[in-house]
Nanobody
Framework: QGQLVESGGGLVQAGDSLRLSCAASGRTSARHAMGWFRQAPGKERRFVAAVTWSGRSTKYADSVKDRFIISVDNAENTVYLQMNNLRPEDTARYYC???????????????????WGQGTQVTVSS
């Protein structure tokens, strides 16, 4: 296994945008799932979005649909999360993770992911 390194977090105001990056080292496969999760203090880690390394399939949590966009750059081995129209409730530490197979039925489940990054903090002020 390689390494996942997130970046791009910060402190922004409501309505602003941020783009998170997740740089992956090591072998990747078009079938692998790449997911973004977030965890606020005192709360469980929750699914945000996922994509295949091929970029052909995506899934979003209802809370971010139409505001966030997940994408991949295969040449850079990087997954991005473009976050638009940020809200205070988006405040959390954001983690990327990789799992062996992208399945629309299970890609929201953190248990299918076997490798995680250290996270990047996103804080949205009102």
């Amino acid at each position: 296994q390689g390494q996942l390194v997130e970046s791009g977090g910060g402190l922004v105001q409501a309505g602003d945008s941020l783009r998170l990056s997740c740089a992956a080292s090591g072998r990747t496969s078009a079938r692998h799932a790449m997911g973004w999760f977030r965890q606020a203090p005192g709360k469980e880690r929750r699914f945000v979005a996922a994509v295949t390394w091929s970029g052909r399939s995506t899934k979003y949590a209802d809370s971010v649909k139409d505001r966030f966009i997940i994408s991949v750059d295969n040449a850079e081995n990087t997954v991005y999360l473009q976050m638009n129209n940020l809200r205070p409730e988006d405040t959390a530490r954001y983690y990327c993770a990789t799992g062996p197979v992208f399945d629309l039925r299970t890609v929201h489940d953190k248990r299918i992911y076997n490798f995680w990054g250290q996270g990047t903090q996103v804080t949205v002020s009102s």
